[in-house]
């Protein structure tokens, strides 16, 4: 079989790991253990069409919203003490909150990200001569505002926490990848940059953003270019997955990595240095995960 995959994503004093079976959270309490636990995951989403081109990019970006969400909720309520008893009958309120979280997530990205740049840019087409110079300046306008969120929410000493927990799971997953013990020792070693990272992935789609919206051109309504902004997203989406695949399995080729080095760069705000119980938490993750899929392996043979 050929060795999975594996990804993840930094939560609240924790590590998300996506396995191919199950998505593995572990979490460090206040008292200073580890706590882990393993979800399922939704078998449309990872279905026969997953392997399908462009679409697969699509159900991926619907999956990684629904448990990144659910993973953060799991350990804010583990970092804030939330005790089991509990658990239960909040479970439908959770739903909801998770719901209305996403909803909030996906306007908030959208409008900041999308929506005020177009209009940035609208107030200056007068003195723009060429509609493609215009997406350029929108495109411009987007990178600027991205960059400054991610320095912005990096000076929060919470965040800073998350940052190094995201370092701990790219070092993890480095390791992984070359076959070695999973210790701390061994991962410490290993950069916090990753080419499969979320933010190489958000440069990838915003700088695709300014190719495609420079296609379509600017000669609509203002309301159509809103839709455009928004309707676009998956497609853009889509194409930055692949893009980011090719990456990911070509990384140590010259030319890839001369490609990708901004988003290396650019992970420099988004991954700290962890501590050696941040790692820890990482492996947890992780070693849940490939038991998980191995023991699912087992079973099916």
Do not use: W
Request: glycine share 6%; net charge positive; aromatic share 10%.
């Amino acid at each position: 079989m050929k060795k999975f995959t594996y990804g993840g994503q930094a939560i609240i004093e924790g590590v998300m790991i996506r396995g191919r079976t199950c998505y593995t959270i572990a979490v460090r309490t206040p008292a200073g253990l580890i706590t882990t636990k393993s979800f399922k995951l939704n078998s449309f989403l990872n279905g026969p069409m997953r392997k399908i081109p462009m679409l697969r990019g699509v159900l991926t970006l619907i999956e990684m919203l629904l448990i990144g969400t659910k993973s953060l909720s799991y350990s804010a309520e583990i970092a804030s003490k939330e005790t089991d008893d509990t658990e239960s009958s909040k479970e439908s309120t959770t739903d909801i909150s998770l719901i209305f979280t996403m909803i909030f997530s996906l306007i908030f990205g959208i409008t900041l990200f999308f929506l005020i740049p177009l209009y940035i840019s609208s107030l200056f087409e007068n003195f723009l001569d060429l509609h493609l110079i215009s997406n350029i300046f929108e495109g411009i306008i987007r990178i600027i505002i991205f960059l400054l969120y991610l320095i912005l929410i990096g000076q929060i000493h919470d965040i800073k926490r998350v940052f190094m927990y995201h370092g701990a799971e790219h070092m993890a997953i480095h390791c992984y990848e070359k076959n070695e013990t999973l210790s701390v020792d061994n991962i410490k070693k290993y950069s916090t940059q990753h080419p499969r990272c979320g933010t190489a992935f958000i440069l990838v789609v915003l700088i695709l953003s300014i190719i495609i919206f420079g296609m379509i051109g600017r000669d609509f309504s203002l309301t159509i270019l809103i839709a455009s902004r928004i309707f676009m997203i998956p497609i853009i989406a889509a194409i930055g997955y692949e893009i980011i695949r090719i990456s990911g399995k070509f990384q140590n080729q010259p030319i890839i990595k001369i490609l990708f080095k901004p988003s290396l760069e650019l992970q420099k705000l988004t991954t700290k240095i962890p501590d050696a119980k941040q790692i820890e938490i990482a492996i947890s993750s992780l070693n849940l995960a490939i038991e998980k899929d191995v023991n699912q392996k087992n079973q099916e043979s």
